[in-house]
């Protein structure tokens, strides 16, 4: 297999040491059998990008090269690559192989893969299906070779420089939403409003549903409205908190630190669901059961999508024309935008236009 070095950013130690993410070499294999070689022009920075560079759930292999919300052009194909053409648009999400043959994968759940190590994921994805350790370099780099099962193809009436984020972002919301069959009429709030909570307010809109936002933030009350929200919740207000008890059929919760969760169960109505896609660890507080028991209530969790469901969410957003919001940076801006996120200092997705990085490898 041949190899060749580009250019991409990422870390070789925890952000939190006092290190940044910094350019570095890394190297790509030109495709072969079913693969195809991306071109990479945009990609999403997501909040488990912080917690992966920081080694927040004790995995991290460095160096770690983050970005799992990938949109680029077909640059090159395999003998065997017969879905795409040299030239289109396609996305690469957060995960890049399977071992395809185990219960899951058939089933389309690519990310619960019961293979050796799971699936290989993006980047930081260091087993491969065979079980061998192998560190996944993603999105914040100038290419990527990826299996074309796992390609997605974009439609073409959605925004290239916008669309990034629906590959993370968009199924992870979505998934749940689907899988609860929300539809006219139901009552859905969201639970933190960042880049996965508002991608989600827009999607359950557009299964129309009545979406409550459900914030800490009073300055995103105006955003939210012209998203789509139909009103806006302040959590730390008890009163308005107490009069939204019983009211709620179903919440997704996109918080990605440790929460207090028993401050959000009383508001739903019995036999309500909640579930947690932001948090990928421990609550701040045990789960009090009898809420949960006295009304029936369900409380649960969800993960991304499969491959499938990952086009599904694309094909949902094209014909509801659901963009995420999102403000454009180059890759040397990084660094900032990782304390603007950690902030909470973002409307509402950072994307990279990874232009400048290639044309300084162009120069090279």
């Known amino acids: 297999m041949q190899t060749f070095k580009i250019l991409a950013y990422g870390a070789t130690g925890s952000l939190i040491g006092g290190k940044t993410l910094n350019e570095m070499e ?3 294999n030109t495709p072969v059998d079913d693969e195809i070689l991306i071109d990479i022009l945009y990609c999403g920075v997501c909040h488990s990008d912080i917690h992966q560079v920081n080694n927040d759930w004790e995995n991290t292999i460095y160096p770690c090269v983050p970005g799992h919300e990938i949109i680029g052009r077909v640059a090159g194909l395999g003998s065997e690559a017969t879905k795409y053409q040299i030239g289109e648009i396609v996305g690469v999400g957060c995960m890049i192989d399977s071992c395809t043959h185990c219960r899951q994968c058939h089933e389309g759940e690519e990310q619960f893969c019961e293979g050796h190590g799971g699936p290989t994921m ?21 290419q990527i070779t990826v299996k074309e099962h796992f390609v997605l193809r974009i439609p073409e009436n959605l925004d290239t420089s916008r669309v990034a984020p629906l590959l ?28 996965l909570g508002h991608v989600a307010v827009k999607i359950a809109k557009a299964m129309g549903a009545e979406v409550t936002a459900i914030t800490t933030k009073e300055d995103k ?12 919740l302040l ?7 107490k009069q939204h008890e019983l009211y709620f059929d179903f919440l997704l ?47 649960g969790g969800s993960l991304i999508g499969g491959i499938a469901e990952t086009q599904e969410t694309l094909d949902f957003c094209s014909t509801h024309h659901i963009l995420p919001e999102v403000q454009m940076i180059s890759i040397d801006q990084i660094n900032d935008a990782y304390d603007k996120i950690k902030e909470e200092d973002v409307r509402f997705r950072y994307v990279i236009d990874m232009q400048s ?6 120069q090279q």
């Open 235 to 241: 959590s730390d207000y008890d009163d308005s908190m």
């Open 357 to 362: 990085l290639r044309e300084k490898e162009n």
């Open 26 to 28: 890394i190297e790509r």
């Open 168 to 195: 993370c972002a968009g199924v992870t919301t979505f998934s749940p939403l689907k899988r609860a069959n929300i539809k006219k009429g139901d009552r859905v709030g969201i639970i933190g409003i960042g880049g």
């Open 122 to 142: 993006t980047y930081n994805g260091y087993k491969v299906p065979d079980g061998t350790d192998f560190n996944t370099f993603g999105g914040y780099s100038t």
């Open 253 to 299: 919760c996109t918080i990605p630190y440790p929460f207090d969760i028993n401050l959000y169960v009383p508001l739903l109505k019995v036999r309500g669901e909640l579930i947690t896609v932001g948090l990928l660890g421990p609550y701040k507080k045990p789960l009090d059961n009898n809420e949960v028991a006295m009304s029936a209530r369900k409380v």
């Open 221 to 232: 009350r105006e955003p939210l409205l012209q998203i789509g929200a139909d009103r806006v």
